[in-house]
């Protein structure tokens, strides 16, 4: 046999050592016998190879010989078949354990297997078992946990086969058990690529928790893998964010199958987790559903309920979710926070997803939360728009415009106001006239498919919002209490009577422009096209530029609004004041009065705005007046209004041409107004409202 080892090493010296230090090592390593029960021959024979290399290395000629040896690449000792069990002794000592155990295990089988009940079979197996379990230390110390794991696993086969050494054995089982947990971390802490080795890192897992009853531990009092309670609850929260978030609603269904309710919770929270952030609102629905068939006592699932709901777009059931919590600091919560209770479910959306949903997994940015683009998402808002739901039909043809303009106030320095422009709700849709009426003829034969026996009133209300843009809201609320085949053939009625008036004006005013051809042929002749088109567009836009500054000069009379008991009327024209101030800065012009209108956020969001539309080359021409205003509520620190608005804007280019246009005959819009530094000022608003 061959020992990988040289003689320096054998004695335990450095090869710089002096003859005198190699003496004295000798004599150490004599009297430190190894006490895990090797036979005395054993012993033995590992005395005389000790001396055996003193003597060398001890005589300089022959030294100096051996080191020329050695650099010329000469390596390891040849030993005779004698002394080869005391020579692997000597090596397992020398810290070289795993290569003292192949050498052992391949010294135990066939055709150099010893007799059966010998000394040496027993030295062997002896050596085996102690150098494995070494080996395996030194593969943790170096943070190589499988590689451990599979040391001790092959000493314990090794020692079944042999059927000897049984405490040995125990040692090794109870040493693998202790390593699962590290084992379990290092298979999934590897990259994406290693699919075999993650898949054995799962099943690791999911064996592990089971076997020790769920996540919650209930198999019993000892120690699964070496961890209590308290332990195994800080292993899985550092385990969980190796894994993705479809692996983990694998393994948490699994578990909740077993009896496990914390595997149920988690679930829940790792398919909001996928759906928010691959923007699957389906996974929503499906968490809602889970969540509900959930029964604990010691959890409080209505605020949790009401943030699932308001990403489903129903804010009327969120609202009343987290009106029912008993928690008496989320209803303090509420109480006193400084916007309205849509703007707050909608902060507390945004923290939960934040904190609570996002962090803890491979594949997720736990650092975006956007509801506004979350709502904005195509799927999400075919999703909503399918939903059977009170309410979910409006919200989606209003562009889900119910967010606030006020920002989170934990989240103000870094998340901007997510309605910057509540004027302009509609900008975003981009389906056309064909395809809104297709999709609401659809609604309404969906509708008219249910029980028409039983009236159904707040199946109707989202479709007021829409009707409303064309002024026919009122003729629906009378009906609301008639049965709804009735009222929607009367909408389809209407819808008919409607398109065949508008049919008739446009072919009237076709008439009159045919009467007047001739007339118009000869103001032509006068003045080319494009001259006319270009005379014009400057006409316009100086009627405007005038418009806007006749205003601004009358309104810097109410700038700033210090009466502690503001008039309906200078209520009213500071709103006008807002709007008129940040078209003029839209439109690409200057203001100094918008620092007077709106607290600071509300004016960064403009000025932000105009510098994104200016690098563009583009600019705003919008015309936004008020219709009515209601004074809602109001106190000493704030005053809730309610107002409509009629709204028209165009997106120009640096050339003049209209990029796009949008025109809304009545808005309502919800202003917040608080009382800044003795003067009244816009907080926030809410559109849609």
Request: glycine content about 6%; hydrophobic content about 40%; some cysteine.
């Amino acid at each position: 046999m061959e020992l990988p080892i040289d003689h320096f090493r054998l004695i335990g010296v450095s090869p710089a050592a002096e003859a005198e230090a190699i003496l004295r090592n000798l004599e150490l390593r004599l009297d430190r016998l190894p006490d895990e029960g090797f036979t005395n021959e054993t012993l033995a024979k590992r005395a005389e190879l000790l001396r055996l290399s003193a003597d060398l290395l001890t005589d300089l000629p022959r030294r100096q010989e051996y080191e020329t040896a050695l650099l010329s690449g000469a390596t390891g000792l040849e030993l005779a078949s004698s002394r080869e069990v005391a020579g692997l002794v000597l090596l397992w000592e020398a810290d070289a354990a795993q290569e003292a155990f192949f050498l052992a295990c391949k010294a135990l089988q066939p055709p150099q297997a010893p007799a059966l009940g010998s000394g040496r079979e027993a030295d062997l197996t002896l050596l085996a078992a102690l150098s494995c379990k070494s080996a395996a230390l030194q593969e943790q110390e170096q943070r190589r946990y499988e590689s451990s794991a599979a040391l001790l696993q092959e000493g314990i086969k090794l020692l079944q086969r042999m059927g000897k050494l049984p405490e040995q054995r125990a040692d090794l089982v109870k040493e693998l058990d202790q390593l699962l947990p590290y084992r379990i971390l290092d298979l999934l802490s590897r990259d994406l690529s290693e699919q075999s080795s993650r898949q054995e890192g799962i099943r690791l897992l999911d064996n592990f928790v089971i076997q020790r009853g769920g996540l919650e531990g209930l198999g019993g009092k000892q120690k699964n893998g070496g961890l209590d309670q308290v332990d195994f609850e800080l292993f899985f929260q550092q385990i969980r964010k190796f894994l993705t978030v479809q692996e983990q609603i694998d393994l948490f269904t699994r578990w909740q199958k077993q009896g496990s309710i914390d595997a149920g919770f988690l679930g829940v929270i790792s398919l909001v987790a996928d759906g928010y952030s691959r923007r699957k609102p389906e996974r929503i629905q499906t968490a809602r559903q889970n969540l509900k068939s959930i029964k604990s006592k010691e959890l409080d699932y209505s605020p949790l309920l009401g943030c699932l709901d308001l990403l489903l777009a129903d804010v009327e059931l969120a609202q009343k979710k987290f009106l029912s919590s008993p928690d008496p600091e989320l209803k303090l919560w509420l109480d006193n926070y400084p916007a309205e209770t849509l703007a707050a479910l909608c902060d507390y959306c945004c923290d939960w997803l934040r904190r609570d949903v996002l962090p803890g997994y491979r594949d997720v940015d736990s650092e975006v939360v956007d509801l506004e683009a979350w709502f904005a998402d195509r799927d999400v808002q075919s999703f909503v728009e399918n939903l059977d739901r009170k309410g979910a039909f409006g919200f989606a043809k209003a562009s889900f415009s119910f967010i606030s303009s006020k920002p989170s106030e934990k989240n103000s320095d870094n998340q901007e106001s997510l309605d910057p422009q509540p004027d302009k709700i509609f900008a975003s849709q981009e389906q056309s006239n064909e395809s809104q009426d297709t999709d609401e003829l659809e609604d309404i034969s969906q509708l008219e498919n249910k029980n028409e026996n039983e009236p159904d009133i707040e199946s109707t209300k989202g479709l007021f919002y829409l009707w409303s843009l064309i002024g026919l809201s009122g003729l629906i609320r009378p009906f609301s209490s008639i049965p709804k085949r009735f009222v929607f053939k009367l909408i389809i009625g209407i819808t008919i009577i409607f398109g065949a008036t508008y049919a008739g004006i446009i072919y009237n005013q076709r008439s009159l422009l045919s009467n007047d051809e001739d007339q118009a042929e000869e103001i032509i002749d006068d003045v080319t096209s494009a001259d006319a088109e270009t005379d014009l567009k400057e006409i316009s836009e100086e009627n405007v530029n005038f418009e806007n500054n006749k205003k601004l000069f009358d309104l810097y009379e109410i700038v700033p609004l210090i009466s502690e008991n503001p008039s309906k009327d200078q209520l009213n024209a500071l709103l006008e004041a807002w709007l008129t101030s940040k078209a003029d800065i839209l439109a690409g012009g200057t203001n100094d009065i918008l620092s007077g209108l709106a607290r600071k956020p509300l004016m960064e969001l403009v000025l932000k705005e105009r510098s994104k539309d200016r690098s563009l080359g583009e600019s705003q021409i919008i015309d936004a007046k008020i219709i009515s205003i209601k004074v809602a509520s109001r106190n000493s620190n704030r005053i809730e209004i309610k107002a409509k608005l009629s709204y028209r804007d165009k997106r120009i280019n640096s050339f003049g041409d209209i990029l796009s246009e949008t025109s809304i005959p009545t808005l309502s819009v919800r202003y917040i107004l608080g009382r800044d530094e003795d003067a009244w000022r816009l907080h926030h608003y809410i559109s849609g409202s």
